[in-house]
């Protein structure tokens, strides 16, 4: 594969087409952005004192899918010394919560994904025998709500046995998904028990909706970290100096005689992808497909509007975004706030002196508060104080 600078490999013009479009969609930018999410996310699973929890959140098509899979690779290679000496070992769990057809997580299906995605074998008879009572022969059957229970525990088993790095959960947004009635609180309780019980931290990818779990409890809080993985924001010169560079990497990535004018159109592929990397790749994959099935040798600014989102569509898009960066950024006085709370100045670290307090007049012929010797008189006393 070429590089960036390169361009694609020439002889993939010589291939057919159902090949060219795989070396475009198999094509990554390795964009700052994700980077230093990527990073982040590292730090928070490899920390010596393990955090039960970590939150990926960002707009959807922003890259998270892309995140996971790097992070998932690196994580392999780091424990690729590990795995050959221990077998049974895997580095990571990557599973994904599908969205429940009845309203409501479906917890039982979400256990048997995870058990799956470890290779663990006959899932399917994952229960204990009936319960029985020896004295009356009686044999009790189990509600399906316990049958679920069981496949906790055997995740929970699983998990000790294989001992990944950490347990990836895409589209974790979908947990939120629950009963009338049933706290946020119980829903994210499920996932931290795990994470507690095996000591494996629990990654959730997941759009702003994942701020719903955010500070439910202290304890959680405590255990929990985040990482932001935003959107490229025009207004910031440096960040649309970097989009224009991940649309010049794709534009020379394009496996087409002519190449194309991404970078000429540079507004109106930020305006219809809100600054996602992510959005941005899928739109030119579908552009791209229909161009090479039609036998077209170049990309043109009428293929890019034949694929792209609507106005209606972005907008709605950007106003998810703009509302959740506004949900992660601390308000002005937050802090102020806190050191009030806690019987602190309100000013900024360091900038003022603590308060002390002056000290109190007394009254004449009032002693000052000082501890009297032991075993001595009090005129002896009063003598030695008076030399």
Not at 330 to 350: F, I, K, M, V, W
Request: with cysteine; net charge positive; aromatic share 6%.
């Amino acid at each position: 594969m070429g590089t960036a600078t390169e361009g694609f490999p020439r002889d993939l013009l010589s291939r057919a087409w159902t090949e060219r479009l795989a070396y475009f969609q198999a094509y990554t930018v390795a964009h700052p952005l994700l980077v230093e999410a990527k990073q982040k996310l590292l730090n928070a699973i490899q920390e010596p004192v393990r955090n039960s929890l970590v939150m990926v959140l960002g707009p959807t098509g922003v890259g998270k899918t892309t995140l996971r899979i790097k992070t998932e690779q690196v994580l392999t290679k780091d424990l690729l010394s590990e795995l050959e000496v221990d077998r049974a070992r895997i580095p990571v769990v990557s599973v994904e919560a599908i969205a429940p057809p009845s309203g409501n997580f479906h917890w039982r299906d979400h256990f048997k994904r995870m058990l799956h995605a470890m290779d663990e074998p006959l899932v399917e008879q994952k229960e204990r025998l009936p319960l029985s009572s020896a004295a009356s022969g009686i044999r009790f059957t189990r509600s399906p709500r316990v049958h679920g229970e069981e496949y906790h525990h055997a995740v929970e088993q699983a998990l000790r046995f294989r001992r990944p790095a950490a347990v990836l959960i895409d589209e974790a947004q979908h947990l939120a998904k629950m009963a009338s009635g049933r706290r946020l609180l119980d829903q994210l309780d499920v996932i931290k028990s795990i994470a507690n019980c095996t000591r494996t931290v629990h990654v959730l990818f997941g759009t702003y909706d994942l701020l719903a779990f955010r500070n439910l409890s202290g304890q959680l809080s405590r255990r929990s970290v985040d990482v932001h993985f935003r959107r490229y924001q025009a207004e910031r010169n440096e960040e649309r100096r970097v989009f224009l560079n991940v649309i010049c990497s794709f534009e020379r990535q394009v496996p087409l005689p002519e190449p194309p004018s991404l970078v000429e159109n540079w507004d109106y592929l930020y305006e219809r992808s809100i600054g996602c990397v992510g959005i941005l790749k899928e739109w030119l994959v579908k552009t791209l497909g229909t161009v090479l099935r039609r036998g077209s040798p170049k990309l043109t600014l009428g293929d890019l509007e034949e694929h792209a989102l609507s106005v209606s569509q972005c907008e709605k898009m950007l106003a998810e975004a703009t509302e959740g960066e506004a949900r992660l950024t601390e308000a002005d006085g937050a802090r102020s706030h806190l050191r009030l709370a806690l019987g602190l100045t309100p000013g900024s670290q360091g900038s003022e002196k603590p308060v002390v307090s002056a000290p109190r007049r007394m009254r004449p012929g009032q002693r000052r508060p000082e501890r009297d010797p032991i075993g001595v008189s009090m005129a002896a006393h009063a003598n030695s104080v008076a030399t």
